[in-house]
Each structure stands twice: as C-alpha cells, then as structure tokens.
C-alpha cells in the first residue's frame, strides 16, 4: 500500500490506547500484589513464585468463569465500576471450595472498540476483587475486535490459579450429620439473569426506575456485586472441621449442594431458617416463580454453604460472623441422595 493506505487503526484496532490502558492499570494491579508475586504487567506471560508464597508440597487448583449477562446491564446503565468484583467472585469463590488459597488471577477483555474510561474503571473493579480476596492480578488481555462487538459491547472472561498443600483437598469426610452453614448472599450474585431480565422486561420497568425491592434505580440495584467469601471460609477452613464448601451459583441449591457430597449422602434443609431477601421476593412475585424453580436458579439469599462436623459447628458459626459473614443454619447431610426440603421461602 502507499503511505496514504490502510492502517490497523482504520481498521478500528487502537494498538496506542491498548498500550495507554496498560499504563493506567499498572497501579491498580501493583496493589493486589502479594507474596509470591514476581512482575509486574506488560510481559509476555507472568510469574509466579510458589515457594515464595509459602507452600512445601503445594498442588494447584485452577478456575474459570464469566458473569454471565449481568454484564448486558451493565452496558445499558454505563455502571461498570463493579462488575470487575463479579468477575474474580465467580473464580474465588469456586476455588476455595477445594480447600485452595485464590494467588493470581488473569482477566480477559473483548471490546468493538477500546474506550479508555471504561475499560479502565471495569480492570479497577477487578483489581478491588482482587485485593479483596489476597489475590494478586498479574497479567490479562485486551482484545478490540471491531465487528464481533457492537457499541460499548463488551465481554469479560477471569482465570484464577491457588493453591493448597498435598493432602489438604476438600470436600474431605462428609458424612451423616453434618452440619450446613450458609452464608448470606449479597443478592443475585451472577447467576440467573437471562431470567432476571426477562422478569424485568416483563414488568415494564426501565433500569432508571426506582427498585421496588431497595432504595435507588433498579439497575444499580442489580448490579449489586457478588459476595467474596475467600478469606472467612479460608480462616474457617484453617480452623478446622470444615469437611466441604459449596458455592451456590447457577442451580441454586438444588444442583449444587450434591457436588461437595458423597453419593450416598444426600441433604435436608429447613427454608424457615433464613429470610428471603427482598430482591428474590420481587422476582418471584414479578415473575410467578415457583418456589422450586427460585431454588434450582438462584441463590435465595444463601451464596457460600460449610458443611461441617457437628461438634464445631458453634464454634465455626461464631468464627464467621467475627470475620463479617452473617451466617444462618440452614440443615444437615443426612443418608439418601439429593436435596430436600422443609417449610418455605419467606
């Protein structure tokens, strides 16, 4: 071509303001850092020293997720400043369900065209998750990728390495009688929105409009970023009689609660024992929702269950609520296969 023909710019990629948005995060990450950390961004790949971290014999755990298409209201509000938080929950919380301590985590960002404000807002709200959960941020990749992304479209996709010493994996010695522990949920999490949003179609509101469940507009409201169990289930595990961890995401309670059991063994789980927070009464209400589908779709307002020996359960319940977990008995493993339950949601 002559010096007047195309160039990766007309084409609608901006190499200039990849590489500026690498610059503006690098403080955001040099925050998260941590000990085992190595480098900073920028490189080819990055580092990680194990030994350094303090592990003898350590096995790693991996985990990825998305958030799923909350992130299509937080394109249509512009409030994007926290669905990076959602991001890392989604892997964080998944990998403490091994027994695994979250260490780094890589993000992945596809765009139609890079727009330096809200890219850089979305890879802080990352960077929090991050800090909050002692996981260090060490690396991703901006994608602009004009024609597969339309408008301020976007996608986001998280990668989280832990690890744990050999022999410390969970679940680990569940057994009949055991006690389940629930952790409150912030809300929706990111889970079930394809059906929160038709509920919302189906109600006439606009994401502008007040919440009819909580003070300010509804989308805000929705927007409510999920709950980072990371440190108070690590300190419960440490603490010892922890013999699984279950992360209530997409199928609710129903699906999986079995996934940290034994075959044999399934759960009962008294519905009386927590309320309903009101986000999930509107929804319900709004969308005609049978209780069973509310349960096998979202979390109800319990987004972490322990299930734990018997004989500490006290100890450990008073162990999470002193880390900032409000923490509500919610049943116990019992013989039989699959998830039953008693009373309703209230």
Request: contains cysteine.
């Amino acid at each position: 071509m002559t010096q007047n023909g195309l160039t990766y710019a007309a084409a609608g990629v901006d190499i200039d303001a990849g590489n500026a948005l690498v610059e503006r995060i690098k403080p955001a990450a040099k925050r998260t850092q941590r000990s085992g950390t190595m480098a900073g961004l920028g490189g080819f790949g990055a580092l990680f020293d194990l030994k350094a971290a303090g592990y003898d014999d350590p096995i790693l755990v991996a985990a990825t997720d998305g958030v799923g298409t909350k992130l299509r209201i937080a394109i249509d509000t512009g409030n994007v400043d926290t669905i990076g938080i959602d991001l890392v929950a989604m892997c964080v919380n998944d990998l403490v369900c091994q027994g695994a301590e979250p260490l780094f985590f890589l993000d992945y960002f596809a765009t139609g065209k890079l727009e330096l404000e809200a890219a850089t807002r979305i890879i802080e709200g990352i960077a929090a998750g991050c800090a909050a959960s002692g996981c260090a941020l060490i690396g991703g990749e901006t994608a602009e990728m004009p024609g597969m992304y339309h408008g301020g479209d976007f996608d986001l996709a998280g990668f989280a390495v832990g690890a744990m010493e050999r022999g410390a994996d969970l679940p680990a010695g569940v057994a009949a009688g055991d006690v389940l522990l629930g952790l409150a949920s912030n809300g929706v999490h990111s889970n079930g929105y394809s059906l929160v949003r038709r509920v919302v179609e189906a109600s006439g509101l606009a994401w502008h409009d007040a919440a009819p469940f909580a003070d300010g507009p509804l989308g805000a409201a929705l927007l409510t970023p999920t709950r980072l169990y990371v440190k108070p289930a690590l300190a419960a595990v440490r603490a010892g009689g922890v013999h699984a961890l279950a992360h209530i995401t997409g199928g609710g309670l129903t699906e999986n609660l079995p996934r940290v059991l034994p075959d044999d063994l399934g759960c009962e789980i008294e519905l009386s024992s927590w309320a309903l927070p009101p986000v999930f009464g509107w929804l319900r209400d709004a969308g005609g929702m049978a209780e069973a589908e509310m349960l096998k779709t979202f979390n109800a307002g319990i987004g972490m269950v322990l299930v734990v020996a018997a004989d500490r359960a006290d100890a450990l319940a008073d162990l999470l609520v002193a880390e900032g977990e409000t923490v509500h008995r919610i049943g116990r493993v019992a013989t039989g296969a699959g998830v039953r339950y008693t009373g309703a949601l209230a």
